[in-house]
């Protein structure tokens, strides 16, 4: 079994193989294998090897002797400078490479040879330079770049200190694999077949890569391999010199997503809008399908043009002026436009204009987006239309509404003072000749006179609500309510106790205000006055919306059936001899509340009183 693997690993080295002399050793240190330029250059006979040691070819032994040590416990040597020993003092310097093959019951060194120089006698200092020189080389690419070496199969052999730093692999771990240690699955099966047809026809092979370290995290290397050629021109070892390009992909990534999110916004702006683009001139450069669609023009006739291919006229030439000033001193402009289309039909164009700016801060171009709002336009347009037909019309009822209050002042008032003071002077001069019966029909003339007038007076002052300008200020609602309940106290000397909560203020006009609360309260003053103990309760609250204030009072209450009726002029839901009013009051009470953008309502309960409430916005 000795004997066959001993035979494998003299076959191992074929005569002709490679351009440099290659030897292979067993642990002993003892040749057992050379090829043709080994042979050249040693003059040792492939059959005549017995006895031949590798130490004895070379001018220093123990140096030789190192060699085979070194790659007998690293299983690797690189770059070793040695001398082969040749007739009398001449010498050859050389640059070996050696590695281990075999397993552990037979083991052999195969040692490559790059000889220096061709000349024989090289001096020592001119070798050591030489050396140096390679040397250097090797320390700068081991420096700057990610290396490796792998035989023709693609096994591992060599890799550099910064192949591990980037693989997070120990050199261990990486010698005796091949590439797919590191393969991170991203490139296809034809790219990899490539890059194998490529160096295996002994061409030199460069790409970008993406591996995949032990940690799983991903890289990239920008790589050039380089294969090594036998004297068959066939690869027996290829170079892999690699450096990092992680961060540069991230940015290159970064730029292509960004690039499509602004591909993407393109799109959807180019779909969504009407875009045009000129340079700082005004000139059209681009104009999208939308352009070319709502001015029905073609692109081909916009292209070239200014805008004025589109101008209405119906701007003034200040405003267009102030458009482009505003642009062409690099600010934004936006506004509405009224352009003409190819056909002489007029539509509206919502618009932003924006400069792109050079280094300098100077447009260089300008890109206008615009949104078609010819419709809204022409809804606007009706609905000024309209407003000044209601304002007209409105005019047109004020004018009534004053005529028919100087009527109500003077032509119905007239009259009445009349019946008032006719009766006056029956009761004066004629009351003894009237019997008990014509006295009180003579006392419901005046009664019913005196109502008339309070009557006017409501309407009045309902009719005159809506053309009174509120003052606002900020209401001081519980002094408010002690001022109306301490003159109501001394008029009407009612016997109601009555509980005021703490309210908080509001923004409103206090004259109206005010006659909204003595509304309210002498109502629930007036509704519980037939209680035995009448009780009146006066509070607020915040709600979304605003401030809502409530007046509840123990009283006849009201039928909720017939809650839609309390507001409207000269509804009551109870007769007047019951309880005495004109019908106004409530309908002033919800004008005032209206005109102060709010909402008044009620609830009731026959027999168990009601609440009226009222809701007054925060925001007035």
Not at 10 to 15: A, C, L, R, T
Not at 286 to 315: M, P, T, V, W
Not at 588 to 594: A, F, G, H, M, P
Request: charged letters at 25%; glycine letters at 6%.
């Amino acid at each position: 079994m000795v004997h066959m693997k001993m035979k494998q690993l003299k076959q191992i080295i074929p005569p002709n193989f490679g351009n440099d002399p290659i030897f292979s050793i067993d642990v002993e240190g003892n040749i057992i294998a050379i090829n043709n330029a080994a042979q050249q250059l040693t003059n040792l006979a492939p059959t005549n090897l017995t006895g031949s040691t590798f130490i004895s070819l070379f001018t220093e032994p123990d140096k030789a002797s190192q060699l085979v040590q070194k790659a007998l416990i690293n299983e690797t040597v690189d770059d070793y400078p040695l001398s082969f020993k040749l007739n009398g003092d001449e010498s050859i310097p050389a640059i070996f490479n050696a590695f281990v093959a075999g397993d552990a019951t037979m083991k052999a060194v195969f040692v490559s040879a790059k000889i220096i120089s061709a000349r024989r006698n090289l001096s020592e200092e001119s070798f050591q330079k030489v050396v140096k020189e390679i040397t250097d080389y090797k320390y700068a690419l081991d420096e700057s770049s990610i290396v490796a070496i792998t035989d023709q199969k693609g096994i591992i052999k060599y890799v550099n200190g910064n192949f591990c730093i980037i693989s997070k692999f120990r050199r261990e771990e990486l010698l005796g694999q091949d590439h797919r240690i590191i393969n991170s699955g991203y490139h296809s099966k034809e790219f990899i077949r490539n890059l194998w047809t490529t160096i295996a026809n002994g061409n030199i092979w460069r790409g970008e890569i993406k591996n995949k370290a032990k940690d799983g995290t991903h890289y990239w290397v920008d790589t050039t391999i380089v294969p090594f050629l036998n004297d068959e021109g066939k690869p027996y070892q290829y170079l892999a010199i690699r450096s990092d390009i992680t961060s540069r992909k991230e940015v290159e990534e970064d730029l292509k997503r960004s690039l499509k999110e602004v591909t993407d916004y393109k799109y959807a702006l180019d779909e969504s809008s009407i875009v045009a683009i000129t340079d700082q001139k005004g000139i059209i450069r681009y104009a999208n399908h939308n352009f070319c669609k709502i001015s029905k023009f073609s692109y081909e006739e916009l292209i070239g043009q200014d805008h004025r291919i589109i101008n209405s006229g119906h701007h003034p030439n200040t405003f267009i002026r102030t458009l482009w000033q505003t642009i062409a001193n690099g600010k934004i402009w936006r506004g509405e436009l009224k352009n003409k289309a190819k056909d002489g039909s007029h539509y509206w164009v919502d618009t932003t204009i924006v400069p792109f700016l050079n280094d300098m801060g100077k447009p260089y171009q300008y890109v206008a987006i615009r949104a078609d709002i010819t419709q809204r336009k022409k809804a606007e347009e009706e609905i000024r239309y309209l407003n000044e037909e209601l304002e007209s019309r409105v005019r047109e009822r004020t004018e009534e509404m004053e005529s028919f209050s100087y009527s109500v002042s003077h032509d119905l008032r007239a009259p009445l003072r009349a019946v008032h003071g006719y009766a006056n002077i029956l009761e004066e001069d004629y009351a003894e000749t009237f019997d008990e019966e014509g006295r009180r029909l003579l006392k419901e003339v005046q009664d019913n006179a005196k109502k008339m007038g309070v009557l006017i007076d409501e309407l009045l002052s309902f009719s005159r609500l809506g053309r009174k300008e509120m003052e606002k200020s900020l209401v001081d609602m519980n002094r408010l309510v002690e001022l109306v309940l301490r003159d109501m106290k001394q008029t009407s000397g009612h016997h109601a106790t009555v509980t005021v909560h703490t309210l908080m203020p509001v923004m409103a006009d206090h004259g109206l205000l005010e006659q909204v609360m003595v509304n309210l309260i002498s109502n629930a003053i007036k509704y519980s006055g037939k209680q035995s103990k009448p009780v009146i309760e006066i509070s607020s609250r915040k709600e979304e919306g605003g401030i809502v204030y409530s007046i509840s009072d123990n009283g006849v209450g009201f039928d909720m059936e017939y809650a839609h009726k309390l507001f409207g002029v000269f509804q009551r839901l109870h007769s007047a001899e019951e309880f005495p009013g004109t019908g106004v009051g409530l309908a002033i009470v919800q004008r005032i509340i209206q005109k102060h953008r709010g909402k008044i309502w009620a609830s009731g309960q026959v027999g168990k009183g009601a609440t009226f409430s009222f809701q007054l916005p925060t925001n007035l």
